[in-house]
């Protein structure tokens, strides 16, 4: 079962280190987006920085939304989505491999684009810190909980809008407490309760998210 | 019963009605909808058995 | 499954048939709708002519007695859909499905009545027409729960496993509720002042409070007759080739 779980999570990465290119994507997109906003709102230092949290996550949440499509599609149009439901294996855990090497390839990148996006939008140097705990806690949450929509929706044929609707208010709390660190932070305030939320979160995700993906994800394929 | 009275609402008369206005229109429309689905349904229904039954 | 006697579980077996329930539906819409009627008349009645004027507010208060109670069935229906969607996929229950998907439209009235009816409260009380409280922000992101799952059910062709899924998104929304509650109100209370309060009334007088109650208890009937209607739909656009619907055309014609 172990093994499974690390041969599923090493072939996805396998799989996506094949297109290195794509692998840059979401990054790229986390990047100009954030580099929207500036040209949008007009460029004062004192509105960019106030925005600074907000923007930065909004973004990032968009990112994430748009590279969850990638999770299971390609296993769905060959085939191999089948297999693995076929498989021996506990589904769930399956499941966690792939959202597992998903959060890799797409979320943990992110993390690169943070020293850029706090330098264009002025967020104080004592964000910093806090900005990448946020980083690194809530994008493997996004990818959990985006799997849900993902496996409820990859047997459709223009399932990306759906997607979008279904995903995004499950996404709320985590861009709640995700920005609001970042923000408390940049003024100096403590912000152990949010991040431990989004800890709470995380774990709970890493427990909860499976099941209902499996399931999800059988029906899909039927 | 002053009717004027009772349509003004202590001045707050278009906010009032217009939430009272805008809650039955949807209320009745959730009820209709489905009424007039199901009757179209039933009459598409019956043409396609009577088509079928030839 | 043995704690339950068995006449109820004969009772739950024979509700479940799509004809008995079809029918079941046919006979109690009436007196549903007579009930729905006294109570809205009566409900109607107190709070927009018998209940005094508020003290700070004047008679836009009234706005309360479709405004809170729709917000309630909002919430209501969610978790109502939500014990569906586990009855309907533990037990495999045909009719749990349709309640479920025919709940949706009915819950979503709700959340749409609840926005609009507060921002109408608020633009004489807080000057605009939106305004980014907990409540409303709350309803708001409710509302995208049930128009999701409306729209997953019509995006996927076949029906039966469109409700499985929609079921699991209902359980998966229905955690949310709390999740989105909680987080929401305390980034309200980190960016709004005490105004919001103002929607809270401390102690609610009686005679206001009455007509409140009877409305609730309307739209819980309303709530009902609704949905019934959509379950009848629901079950005919599923079942439109089985023999009890072949039978009823036949006494239709």
């Known amino acids: ?222 | 019963m002053n009717w004027e009275v009772f349509l003004e609402m202590g001045g707050y008369g278009f906010y009032v009605w217009t939430a009272y206005g805008v809650t039955f229109a949807v209320l009745l429309l959730n009820i209709l909808w489905p009424i007039m689905q199901r009757k179209q349904l039933l009459r598409q229904l019956i043409i396609r058995q009577k088509r079928g039954q030839r | 499954m043995s704690v339950i006697p068995a006449s109820i579980g004969r009772f739950f077996h024979r509700t479940a048939s799509p004809p008995y329930f079809y029918a079941l539906a046919d006979k109690l819409i009436p007196w549903l709708t007579a009930i729905l009627l006294v109570l809205l008349v009566c409900g109607l009645y107190g709070g927009l002519y018998l209940a005094p004027s508020d003290y700070q507010q004047g008679d836009s208060y009234r706005i309360i007695y479709i405004h809170v109670p729709a917000a309630w069935m909002s919430l209501f229906v969610y978790v109502l859909m939500a014990v569906m969607a586990g009855i309907a996929l533990v037990w495999r229950m045909k009719l749990a499905e349709v309640m479920l998907i025919a709940s949706a439209p009915v819950g979503a009235g709700f959340t749409f009545i609840a926005l609009v009816t507060g921002s109408l409260w608020g633009k004489p009380m807080w000057g605009t027409w939106w305004v980014w409280d907990a409540r409303l922000t709350f309803e708001l992101i409710l509302l995208f729960q049930y128009l999701g799952v409306v729209s997953l059910y019509s995006a996927i062709e076949d029906k039966r496993s469109a409700a499985k899924e929609v079921a699991i998104l209902a359980l998966v929304g229905v955690v949310n509720v709390p999740i989105i509650h909680y987080s929401v109100e305390w980034w309200s209370t980190l960016h709004q002042g005490p105004t919001v309060t103002k929607l809270d009334k401390p102690s609610i007088h009686v005679t206001m409070l009455i007509p409140l109650l009877l409305m609730a208890l309307a739209f819980k009937f309303y709530y009902l007759i609704a949905v019934l209607q959509n379950a009848k739909l629901e079950l005919l656009k599923r079942e439109s080739s089985s023999q009890w619907v072949k039978n009823l055309l036949e006494k239709k014609a």
């Open chain 1, 1 to 222: 079962m172990i093994a499974a779980f690390f041969a599923v999570i090493r072939r996805d990465l396998l799989l996506a280190f094949r297109r290195r290119a794509e692998m840059a994507n979401p990054l790229f997109f986390f990047v100009l987006v954030v580099t929207l906003f500036p040209l949008a709102v007009g460029a004062q230092p004192h509105l960019l920085q106030e925005m600074a949290p907000g923007v930065i996550w909004v973004s990032a949440l968009l990112a994430a939304l748009l590279s969850l499509d990638g999770m299971f599609r390609s296993d769905f149009e060959d085939g191999s989505l089948e297999q693995m439901l076929l498989s021996s294996q506990p589904l769930a855990i399956l499941v966690l491999g792939k959202i597992i090497a998903h959060w890799l390839v797409t979320g943990l990148p992110l993390l690169l684009a943070a020293p850029l996006l706090a330098m264009f939008l002025g967020l104080p140097e004592q964000a910093m810190g806090t900005l990448w705990l946020t980083l690194i806690l809530a994008t493997p949450l996004l990818s959990l909980i985006g799997a849900i929509g993902v496996a409820l929706t990859v047997g459709l044929r223009r399932g990306g809008m759906i997607l979008s609707l279904l995903v995004l208010p499950l996404y709320v709390p985590v861009l709640i407490f995700a920005s609001s660190a970042v923000g408390r932070a940049a003024e100096g305030l403590p912000v152990s309760a949010q991040l431990n939320i989004l800890l709470a979160m995380l774990l709970a995700a890493m427990v909860l998210v499976p099941l209902p993906t499996s399931i999800a994800l059988k029906m899909s394929v039927n």
